[in-house]
């Protein structure tokens, strides 16, 4: 038996994944880039009993550490991840696996990203594969969730179109390159109405799609690129304010139309504007939802989450930063915490 523990950080996309040429294989239509996050992270716990033929389990964790049996739709697409990647190394046996987000669920922030990083990352290793970084960014991506392929590196990731998309993520920086905070300004709690693989699959009906392709296979990926490169935050936060815009602009452009914002996004956004008039520097973005994480550097952070805490409908302000890569320890801990 062998049994481990993965910690992954969740990420925010400087340039976005949106619109599959194939979803089932997961090609994007364009490179994206990334930074890793610290707080926002999955925690899963698996053990592999080679040999053993009774069904998998599937726990969540809670933060007291008692278990219960996750749902139907999570645990399919967990359960299948599994048998892929015991498919993959050719190996048979029995998985059972308890994870947790260090942030709350309700909190409306995406965790396929960190969630299926951290499950590839604990089934590899409890498999004893030994992969590279690349393999595990492949393998992470075949969950579905294709953003998790970049959360296997920690720091600044970007996800190319070579062999269009599937060579996976690579790491183009790590986390002691650049410290950047990302303020997630909490707007809605509830789980998104229009999952982002609905959105992927509507995205080419938008009328703007193909010229959204121009600009971010373009300038905008290599504005953002220099800007990580030279450390640039005055260069980087207008083209990830752009780049978030242009997505939800396709979004909302798509048939049938998808609209994530709430009231209170916009009320963030514009909040970030005026900050911004008043010497603070922040830029927005937002994934597939209403909440806004608003980069920042570590000077400007405490003003501005102390401003942005005061808009009418916040709910919170999570502070994360720039994050390292997936960590690994021996040993099923949130298995034996909830006495399995
Ligand atoms: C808007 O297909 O990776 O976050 O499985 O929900 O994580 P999930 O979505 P995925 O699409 C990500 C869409 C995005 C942009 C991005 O992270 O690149």
Known sequence: MSSVTVESGSNIAFIKYWGARDLERVVPFNASLSMTLDTCRSICSLEFREGETTADEVWLAASDGSLRRADEAFSGRVLRQLDRLRDHFGKSGRMVMATRNTFPSSAGIASSASGFSALTVAATSALGADCSGAELSRLAMLSGSGSASRSVFGGYVEWSDRDEGQAGAEPLRDESWWTLHDLIVVVDTEPKEVSSRDGHRRATSSPYFEQRLRDVRGRRMRAALRAVEERDFAALGPVIEEEAIDMHLIAMSSSPPIFYWKP?????????????????????????????????????????????????????VIRDRTGGPPVVRQGAELLERGGL
């Open 264 to 316: 209170a996004t916009l009320a963030v956004l514009d909040a970030v504007r005026r900050a911004r008039g008043d010497g603070l520097a922040g830029w927005s973005t937002l994934d597939a939802g209403a909440n806004v994480h608003v980069l920042c550097e570590p000077q400007t952070s405490d003003a501005l989450a102390s401003r942005l805490e005061a808009v009418d409908g916040v709910v919170e």
